[in-house]
């Protein structure tokens, strides 16, 4: 049986297991991070700022769609956990056959939905005319390709779900390489633009799902079979009472990200331009928190459905101390290096490059400041969503969108572009206040240890 890259998180030490499981996953990330990055070098560099203004006008609403599919897919990720824990192998295959069965419904809703609706929000954003165009084009390639986006997460979740986080690393690697010499070519050889710094994306997503789908065919316990795919109700409203929270949190915050693009587009192209290159920037600095993340939903999830609540308590405390230090050491690389870094993503004459340097390297340096803040978070959102409860991080994502567009709208009136700084800052915060609570909240909830009770039952 091929199982050496699953891992058993319910047995060893907590911190090692969630770092060791984690370490894959945030290389994965880096890869993930290199090719969005050198998309945006590609197109501020060679194309110019407005290329790169309009490359972030569609920053938002690309990751509203990305992150439902992310939510639906991490969602159903929590009840594979739990049923590979607890070793119930019959039921994570039919978790797994409904779970592709409703992403293939919902892949196909948000095709429909995402071009039906880019030219009505671009307009309500009152995106520059200018780079309107731009924005457009790369939207609509973009969701023409959420078939290809859903199939890799919930290939990548299925692996994660089971403690392999070696092979999604190993695709992202694949896919990095893949969409750096695609957006060489078809932006700099074929001149396609815009355009061809999506099509790149997308092609390399393909080829990272694809990757990741071969490795889980050699899975015997993932062997499907056709009754694994026969859509039965219960599960089906499970899976969706855990997806469907989650991917409406992640929703919920873009459309409060998306408000702040409306603010942000009010201040112009140099703005806009610089705005984008340290959001760029903002995936590296959240690389590690996602990677814990996904770490301990594995590790909650897997010594739930093994009965180990004693563990989950300790595998909390670990994360935390990991992700706390992990944060400090990037925010100072970032501080020293970040000028420099943002010096490769932006051209035009040196007062351009000059403005939107300093726009880009401020809003760099308050989100560094503040991003124990942001690893909190994503530990602490995490563990409760391990726990199999999707409701209350919904409740932080509405959090977060009350605070972002509270901020976004009422600071840049009273100090500024400081303000729109600012707003991401007490996004994190009002989450952080909802999931620090409903985490205490959650974990006195849980049942008693399994291996305490039969301890107590020996003796």
Sequence with gaps: MTTSRTKNMTQGAPGSLILGFALPLMAGNVFQQLYTV?????????????????LGAADWMNWMMLGIVQGFTQGFGILMAQEFGAAHYDRLRRVVGISGLLSVFFALFL???????????????????????GTT?????????????????????????????????????????????????????????????????LIAQL?????????????????????????????????????FPMAFQNCIIAIGGMIIQFVVNGFGVIFIAGYTAANKLYGVLEIAA???????????????????????RQGMRSALVIALVTSVSIAAVMLVFGKVILGWFISGTPAEVEATL????????VMSVCLPILYILHVTRAAIQGMGNTLLPMASGIAEFVMRTAAALILPGIIGQMGIYLAEIAAWTGADVVLVSSYFLTVRKLPADAEATEDNGTS
């Excluded at 050198?38 to 309009?54: E, N």
């Excluded at 290809?148 to 986080?165: E, K, Q």
């Excluded at 590790?299 to 009965?307: C, D, F, M, S, T």
């Design 137 to 201: 084009l790369y939207l609509r390639i973009m969701f023409l390709g959420i078939p290809v986006v859903m199939a890799y997460n919930l290939f990548a979740c299925i692996l994660r779900s089971l403690g392999d986080g070696r092979t999604p690393l190993h695709a992202m690697i694949v896919a990095s390489i893949t969409n750096i010499v695609l957006d060489l070519l078809f932006v700099m050889g074929l001149q396609w633009g815009i355009a061809g710094a999506a099509i790149a994306t």
């Design 358 to 365: 300093q726009v880009a390297y401020t809003y760099l340096a």
């Design 207 to 243: 080829v990272s799902g694809l990757y990741c789908l071969y490795y889980i065919g050699k899975l015997d316990i993932l062997r499907l079979s056709r009754a694994d795919f026969r859509f039965q109700g219960s599960l089906g409203l499970k899976l969706l009472g855990l997806g």
């Design 290 to 312: 996602t990677s814990y993340g996904y770490a301990m939903i594995t590790y909650v999830g897997q010594n739930l459905g093994a009965g180990k609540t004693k563990r989950i």
């Design 38 to 54: 050198v998309d945006t070098m590609v197109v501020g560099k060679y194309l110019g700022v407005s290329a790169l203004a309009a």
């Design 111 to 133: 095709v429909a939905g995402g071009q039906l609706a880019v030219n009505p929000v671009l307009a309500l954003l009152q995106t520059p005319g200018d780079i309107l165009g």
